[in-house]
C-alpha cells in the first residue's frame, strides 16, 4: 500500500505507562529540535548565495549522519525524524499555496504541543476488548487506547500528542473511496459564514450561532489563572532569573486544561454542523475567501502602510476564531462523503446585493445592524440570510445549473445527473475557481 495517502484520521484517548509517557515527551521535545534545526538550516540555504530549497530528501541523509554523534537523536525512532522533515515539507507547501491560511514555517517554543509521528509500517494495532485496544510503537511496545469508534481503512501513521486534558493518538487513515458513490439529493443551500452570526444557512429562517465555548464560571476561572500566571511571571523574572516555579508550571497546566476544552467543544461544533450541512444538501454553495489574504492584509507595508490594523486586527481574530478555513475543509471532504457537492462563489458584493432585484448598492446596509433594506425594491430581509441567497444563487447559475437560478431561492433542487459532469470537478474547493468566479 505505497503511496497511498490517508484521507482521514481517527483520534482516540492513549493511555501511557508513565515510563512510556517520560519517553514521548522526551521524544517530543527531540521532535521539536529537529523542526527547529531543519528549518534553521532551510531558511539558511535559501539565504545563501545559491539559493538553494532543501527538501526532506536531501535532509534525511543528514540525519543519518547525525544521528551517529548525537545519543539523544538516536533515541528518536528514525522514521519520526524523518516523518518531522516531510512535515516541514508540507508545512511549505502550503505556504506557497495561495488557497491556504498557513504562515511561513515557524520556530517551535518549548511551550509548543508537539507531537510524534510515527509512518503506518512502524505501528500495528491489536484490539483487546470491545472498547479498548493497544497500538504498538517502536522502542515503546504496546501502548493502550480507547477504541471509541471503529477504525476503517488502511492505517498510514500514527501521531501521539499531549494536550491539557491528556495523551491521544491520531491515526491517518486512507479509506478507499466507494466505487459507485450515491448522488446526494437534498436540496441546494448557501452558507454565509459571519462574526456576528456564525453561519447563516439560505434553506433556514435563523443563523445558527455556536454557543460560547466556555461557561461563565469557567471564563472566571480562566480569568483568574491567567493573573495568577501574570503574577508569577512577573516574580520569576524579578527574583528568580527566569526560571518558572513549580507553581507557575502548574498555573500554566491549569489555563491548558480550559484551553483543550475549549478547542474541543469548538471542533466539536464545526463537526457537528459540517457534518449536518454536508448530510441534507445536494450542493452546498460558500464564498470563495482567500481567509489568508483576509487575515494578512491589513498590515500593508513599510511604503504602502495598511488603514483601519487596529480594527482589522480585531476582525481577524474574529475570523480567525471561527475557523472559517477549517468550516470549508470539512464541507469539501464530508459534501464528497455524502454524495454532495461543494461550490465555492466569488465573495465580490454578496452582502450588498439584493437577492431579491439583484442590484447592488451599498447604500442597501445602513448603519451597523443585521438588516438589509434594499433601497431599490424595499426589500428587507436578515442581512446575513440575504448574502446566504445571493451566495446560492451564485453557484447555481454557474457551470450548467442556469436553470434552477429562478427557483433557486432557498428550496432549490440539484439538477446534477447521477454520474456527475466534468465540469463539476473544476468547481472544487482548492482549485482554481475561474470557472466559478464567472458569476
Ligand atoms: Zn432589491
Redesign the pocket.
Known amino acids: 500500500m505505497v503511496g497511498v495517502k490517508a484521507n482521514t484520521a481517527a483520534k482516540f484517548r492513549l493511555y501511557p505507562t508513565a515510563d512510556q509517557a517520560e519517553r514521548l515527551v522526551s521524544w517530543s521535545h527531540t521532535c521539536r529540535a529537529v523542526w527547529n534545526i531543519a528549518l534553521a538550516q532551510r531558511v539558511w540555504a535559501y539565504g545563501s548565495a545559491q539559493r538553494k530549497t532543501l527538501q526532506a530528501g536531501e535532509q534525511c541523509s543528514e540525519l543519518t549522519l547525525a544521528r551517529k554523534e548525537h545519543v539523544w537523536l538516536r533515541d528518536l525512532p528514525a522514521q519520526c525524524a524523518q516523518q518531522v522533515l516531510r512535515q516541514l515539507d508540507a508545512a511549505y507547501e502550503n505556504f506557497w499555496n495561495p488557497e491556504h491560511p498557513a504562515r511561513s514555517p515557524q520556530y517551535k517554543r518549548k511551550s509548543h504541543q508537539q507531537g510524534v509521528t510515527f509512518p503506518g509500517q512502524a505501528v500495528q494495532i491489536r484490539k483487546v476488548s470491545r472498547r479498548m485496544a493497544h497500538v504498538r510503537l517502536p522502542k515503546l511496545g504496546w501502548v493502550r487506547f480507547r477504541l471509541s469508534r471503529p477504525i476503517e481503512g488502511t492505517v498510514r501513521n500514527a501521531t501521539i500528542k499531549r494536550d491539557g486534558l491528556g495523551w491521544h493518538v491520531a491515526f491517518g487513515v486512507h479509506r478507499p473511496e466507494p466505487v459507485d458513490r450515491h448522488v446526494n439529493a437534498g436540496p441546494a443551500a448557501g452558507v454565509d459564514v459571519g462574526i456576528a452570526c456564525s453561519v447563516f444557512v439560505s434553506t433556514e429562517n435563523e443563523g445558527r450561532q455556536r454557543p460560547d465555548t466556555l461557561t461563565a464560571g469557567e471564563k472566571q476561572r480562566l480569568r483568574g489563572l491567567e493573573r495568577r500566571m501574570a503574577r508569577q511571571l512577573t516574580f520569576a523574572k524579578k527574583h528568580n532569573g527566569g526560571k518558572y516555579s513549580k507553581r507557575l508550571r502548574r498555573t500554566i497546566a491549569q489555563i491548558a486544561v480550559l484551553k483543550a476544552r475549549q478547542a474541543r467543544r469548538r471542533a466539536d461544533w464545526n463537526h457537528k454542523l459540517t457534518d449536518d450541512l454536508a448530510k441534507s444538501h445536494g450542493i452546498v454553495a460558500v464564498e470563495d475567501l482567500k481567509v489568508s489574504n483576509m487575515l494578512r492584509s491589513a498590515k500593508g507595508t513599510v511604503a504602502q502602510p495598511g488603514t483601519n490594523v487596529k480594527q482589522k486586527a480585531g476582525l481577524n481574530r474574529s475570523i480567525a476564531d471561527q475557523g472559517w478555513f477549517e468550516i470549508r475543509r470539512q464541507l469539501g471532504y464530508k459534501t464528497r462523503r455524502y454524495g454532495g457537492e461543494l461550490v465555492a462563489v466569488a465573495p465580490h458584493g454578496t452582502s450588498q446585493t439584493?437577492a431579491?432585484?439583484g442590484?447592488r448598492d451599498s447604500e442597501n446596509r445602513q448603519g451597523c445592524g443585521r438588516l438589509f433594506a434594499?433601497v431599490?425594491?424595499g426589500?428587507t430581509e436578515h442581512a446575513d440570510r440575504n448574502a446566504a441567497i445571493n451566495i446560492l444563487d451564485r453557484a447555481l447559475s454557474t457551470a450548467g445549473r442556469a436553470g434552477c437560478a429562478a427557483s433557486g431561492r432557498g428550496t432549490a433542487q440539484s439538477t446534477r445527473s447521477p454520474h456527475g459532469q466534468g465540469s463539476l470537478a473544476g468547481s472544487r474547493m482548492r482549485e482554481p475557481s475561474s470557472n466559478v468566479t464567472a458569476a
Open positions: 439584493c431579491r432585484c442590484t434594499c431599490h425594491c426589500h
